[in-house]
C-alpha cells in the first residue's frame, strides 16, 4: 500500500514534520514554489524526494490515493500519496497604514528592527544618534502574543545592550504566551516604559522634516504627553503565505475568515481539515509561536500516522449514488462537506473520504443517494411512543426529536443522567448528522403520528460536516412555509441548537416543546387509532 | 496490537487525549485519576455559544474525548487512585493505591436514587458527564456509615445492588515502558486575597459558575438562590501577580469570562455585568468581532478593585479607580466572580520527585530537557503541568507528547 505522505511547506514546522515522519520509517515527498529547501534533512529510515519550484495543480481521489498533479518548470509532475500536510510560512503585513505613518528610515516594520537586531550583534554601532524608540502595538486593531513577543524582545535589547531608551505604546498587552509575563516583568525592569490606552488614542505626526511627533494623554494621571521618537516601530499583522489561497483552493479544503488554512471549527482540532487524509499544521493553520510549531509538528506526524493505520479497514455503509436514477446534478458534488463525491464518468462516492454524514441523501432532489439505515423508512420504524402516559395534561403528546448524535444524543443521555425528567412521550432518533433529515423525514414522523417534531441540532461553527445545521434549519424552514400555506400549526415543527454537554438545556426545550405541543392538542394528521 | 504498555497518570484533558491517541496506535494504555471522575476541571465547563454559535471554548470535545476513552478496549481505567512509587528497571513498576470503589461501574445505571435518598449533604458526588462512569461517587468524609455504620440507605436502595460500603482500597502495580505525567494544575485558591472568598456567600470564582452554568444554565446568587441584578468580575486573580510571585499570564481567564459573561448576558438580560481588567488576552481566531460584541454586552473597567466588603443584605461593596473620572469609586454588586490563575498542581512536585523531573521557577514542570538521565528516558509530559494551556493547547500537547511516546516505544508497524 502506499504510504507516502506529501508535505507542503519549507520552514520550521515542515521541517520539523519531515524529521518526525522519517524518524518513524515513512516515505515523504516536499513540495514548495521556492527555489531552494530552507533545511537539509537527517535521513535515517524513510526515504524522500525534494520538488522545489513546484506548485500543486491539482489534487484528486481521497485518502490513502490521492492523485497528486503539479507543475515545476512547466512540466508536469504526478504522484500518488496517502496523505498531504500543509505546513506552509505566515507572512507579515506592516500596519503603516493604521497609524497614519509611511515606512522612511526613522519608521521601520518591526521585522526590520528584529533584523537589525540580529545585524547589531556584529556591529554594536548599528544605532548613531537614536536616543528613544517607539514601538506601536495593537493601538487600532488587536495584537497577538506573537507580535508581543517579538516587541518585547526588541525593546529589552535596546533598553539593556545599547542604553536606549523605549516606549511601547498599546491598547491590550498580549501577554497571553508562554513566559511572555515574565518577559513583560524584566523589560519594565529595564527601564521599557509602557503607555496603554483604553479610552484615548495617541495623535502620530510626521512632521515636514520626517521626525514623528506622538502626543497623548496619560490615562491614569490625564496629563498631557508628547513624544518624539528618533526611531519608531510599527507593528504587523501575521497573515497567510501567499500559496495558502491556491491551495486550499486546488485541494478543496476550508479556512478560516482570514484565510489560514483550517475551518474556525472545535473538530478540527488539532490539525485536521474537513478532508480526511489532508493535514494542516503550523501557521498555516493558526498565529502561533515557534514552540507551537513544533507541537504541530507532532500532531501532523501522529495524524499521518493514524491515517495509515486507519485505510486497513474498509468503511461499511456509507453513501451510494443509484446511477439510474442520478440525472448529475451534482448538488451532492457541491454539497459535500467533506470532498467525498468524485466526478468520474459518472458521479461516484470516495468511501474512504465519505463521513456519512448523510447531507447528500437529504440533498439529492431525485433521491438517488442511498446510506444504509439512513433511509426515512428504516429511521421511521424507529418512532413507536412510550407507554407512560402523562397523567397531568389533556393527552400525551408524542414528540420525535432528531438529534444529531455528537451533540443532541449526548446532551439527552446527560439530561437523564443529572436527573431532569424528560417528556413521556419523547422519541429520541439519532441521527449521524442533523443536515441528514430530509422533507420524507419530517413527514414520515407526522405520519406515524407525532404530535410535534423536532430538530436538534449543533450551534453554528460546531457542526462536523460544516454546513449540516444549516440544511437542517432550510428544510425545516421550507416545512413550515408550507404548514402556513395549507393551515396545518407550524408550532409543531421546531428547530433548535445544542452542544453535548447541555443537559440542562436539553431538558428545558424539550419540556417547553412538549408544553407548546399540549396547548395545541393532538395533530390533526394523526390517524384514529 | 504491541505489549507496550503506557501508564498516563492524570485523566483530565491532556491525559484523555493521549490515551485516545496512544489506544489508536494499537498502545496499551493505563491511565491512572486520583479523583472519583475522569475528565479534570474542564469537564464540569457549561457551554458558552451565544446567538445559536460555537464560540470554540472546546468544552464539547472533553465530553467526545472523554467518551472515547472509556469505551476504547486499549485503556484501562482506574479512577481513585494515586501513584505511590516507581521504580525503573528496564521498565518502569509503579505501585499504585486505589480507594475503594463503594459504586460498582458495572452495575449503576445512573438512577440518582442513591443521591436523592442520601441524608448526608455532599456525601454522594456525583460527575459532569454521563461518560463519568460511574456517575456517581461516596466521600469518605461525609458518608455516615464510613463514619460510624449508623446508615446504609444508598446501598439498601440501590435497585442494581451496585453500592458495596464494605469495600476496601486495593493495590496494584503498573508496569510500564513510559510514563506520561499529566496531572495538570491547581486551580488558584482565592481564600488569601482580600476579596472574600470563602467568606463572602456572593463570592464565586470562574470554576464555581463554569459548574453553575452547565448544571442549571442561568446563575442565581447563591445567599438567595435569586437571579443577581449586578455582577462583577475579576480578572487575574492569582495570575500576573508579583506579590505571590506569579510571573505569568494564565491564558484561560479572559476567554472563559467573557464568554460565560457574554452568555448570561444573552439569557438573563436584566443583569448588568461590569468587568475589571489589566489587559484583554486574545482567544479564539474571531476575537476581534467578538471583543466588540461583548463590549456592547459588558462594561469593561480596566482596573483591579482593592478589598471587597460585604453589606448587611450579603452584597459586596468594591472600591476601584475610574480612569474616566481620575476619582475612587464605590459600587455594590449581587455577586463577584473571581477569575482564578492556572497554578502548578503540588501532585507534580511529588511526582517530579519521583521521577527525575526539572520544575522551573514558576513551579511549572520543565518540558523538553535537553540532557534526560537513564531514568527520565521513557518520562513524558503534556498540558497543564507544563504550564497554563487553554483547551485546543492541551489537546495538541497531548497528541505531541503521545507521538513523542510512540516514536520512542517504536511498536510493531510504526
Known sequence: ?529 | MTDKNVLIIGGGVAGLCASVELANLGIHVELVEKSDFLGGHAIGYACKATRNTCVKCGACMVEEKLKNAVSHPNIKILIGSQVQKISKNGRFTVNIHQKPQYIDSQKCNQCAICSDRCPSDGAILNGFSKNNIPFYGINPEKCLYLKDTSCHICRDECPEKAINLDEKDSKYVSQADAVLVATGFQPFSPVDKPYGYGLFKNVLSTLDLERMLKQTARVKTPSDNKPPERIAFIQCVGSRDSKLNHLWCSKVCCGSALRMARLIKERQPDIDISFFYIDVQTFGKDFEQFYKDVQEAVRMIRAIPGDIYETDSQKLKINFLDNSTHETLEEIFDLLVLSIGITPCKDSRELAGMLDLKLADSGFVSAGTEEASDFENGVFTAGTVEGPMNIPETMAGAGRAAWDIAKYLKPNGF
Request: proline share 4%; with cysteine; aromatic share 6%.
Open chain 1, 1 to 529: 500500500m502506499n504510504n507516502k505522505t506529501l508535505i507542503f511547506g519549507n520552514g520550521p514546522c515542515a521541517h520539523c514534520i519531515a524529521e518526525n515522519l522519517l524518524a518513524a520509517g515513512k516515505d515523504l515527498v516536499i513540495a514548495t514554489p521556492d527555489k531552494t529547501l530552507h533545511f537539509s534533512l537527517s535521513v535515517d529510515s524513510g526515504s524522500v524526494e525534494i520538488l522545489t519550484d513546484t506548485r500543486l495543480v491539482s489534487c484528486r481521489g481521497s485518502a490513502g490515493n490521492f492523485r497528486i498533479l503539479a507543475a515545476q518548470n512547466n512540466q508536469e509532475i504526478a504522484r500518488r500519496v496517502a496523505g498531504v500536510i500543509i505546513a506552509e510560512e505566515d507572512q507579515r503585513k506592516s500596519n503603516f497604514s493604521q497609524y497614519g505613518l509611511k515606512a522612511s528610515s526613522n519608521v521601520i516594520p518591526l521585522f526590520r528592527m528584529t533584523e537589525l537586531l540580529l545585524d547589531a550583534s556584529r556591529d554594536p554601532g548599528i544605532f548613531p544618534e537614536v536616543k528613544k524608540v517607539a514601538f506601536l502595538n495593537g493601538i487600532f486593531q488587536e495584537s497577538n502574543p506573537v507580535i508581543a513577543e517579538e516587541i518585547m524582545q526588541s525593546a529589552l535589547r535596546l533598553q539593556s545592550d545599547f542604553n536606549l531608551k523605549t516606549y511601547i505604546l498599546t491598547n491590550n498587552l498580549k501577554v497571553a504566551g508562554n513566559g511572555l509575563e515574565a518577559l513583560h516583568r524584566e523589560t519594565k525592569k529595564a527601564g521599557v516604559v509602557y503607555i496603554k490606552f483604553t479610552d484615548t488614542r495617541p495623535e502620530i505626526h510626521s512632521e515636514s522634516d520626517g521626525s514623528i511627533q506622538i502626543e497623548f494623554i496619560d490615562e491614569i494621571t490625564s496629563k498631557k504627553f508628547r513624544l518624539t521618537p528618533d526611531i519608531t516601530v510599527v507593528d504587523e499583522t501575521v497573515v497567510p503565505s501567499n500559496y495558502a489561497a491556491d491551495l486550499s483552493r486546488i485541494l478543496g479544503v476550508d479556512t478560516d475568515p482570514d484565510g489560514f488554512i483550517q475551518a474556525d471549527n472545535v473538530h478540527r482540532f488539532t490539525v485536521f481539515t474537513n478532508r480526511k487524509g489532508i493535514m494542516t499544521a503550523g501557521p498555516s493553520r493558526i498565529i502561533q509561536a515557534r514552540d507551537d510549531q513544533i507541537v504541530d509538528a507532532g500532531n501532523a506526524a501522529l495524524a499521518s500516522a493514524l491515517l495509515m493505520a486507519g485505510l486497513a479497514a474498509v468503511p461499511e455503509n456509507r453513501a451510494e449514488i443509484d446511477k439510474g436514477q442520478c440525472i448529475r446534478c451534482l448538488t451532492c458534488y457541491r454539497r459535500c462537506p467533506y470532498r467525498a463525491i468524485t466526478l468520474n464518468t459518472r458521479v461516484v462516492v470516495e468511501p474512504h473520504a465519505c463521513e456519512r454524514c448523510g447531507i447528500c441523501a437529504a440533498q439529492c432532489p431525485r433521491g438517488a443517494i442511498h446510506i444504509k439505515d439512513l433511509e426515512p423508512a428504516s429511521i421511521s420504524k424507529q418512532m413507536t411512543t412510550g407507554d407512560t402516559p402523562r397523567e397531568d395534561a389533556a393527552f400525551t403528546p408524542f414528540l420525535v426529536a432528531f438529534c444529531c448524535s455528537r451533540s443532541a444524543v449526548q446532551a439527552g443521555e446527560l439530561s437523564l443522567c443529572m436527573g431532569h425528567k424528560l417528556p413521556p412521550g419523547l422519541k429520541v432518533i439519532e441521527v449521524p448528522c442533523s443536515g441528514s433529515i430530509s422533507f420524507n423525514h419530517i413527514f414520515a414522523a407526522f405520519k406515524r403520528n407525532a404530535d410535534g417534531v423536532m430538530v436538534l441540532t449543533c450551534h453554528e461553527g460546531n457542526c462536523h460536516s460544516e454546513q449540516g445545521n444549516t440544511f437542517a434549519k432550510q428544510t425545516v424552514a421550507q416545512i413550515t412555509d408550507m404548514f402556513l400555506q395549507i393551515g396545518f400549526e407550524k408550532e409543531r415543527l421546531a428547530v433548535q441548537t445544542l452542544a453535548s454537554n447541555m443537559g440542562t438545556e436539553f431538558a428545558e426545550m424539550v419540556s417547553r416543546f412538549e408544553a407548546n405541543i399540549i396547548e395545541l392538542g393532538p395533530s390533526r394528521l394523526k390517524k384514529n387509532q
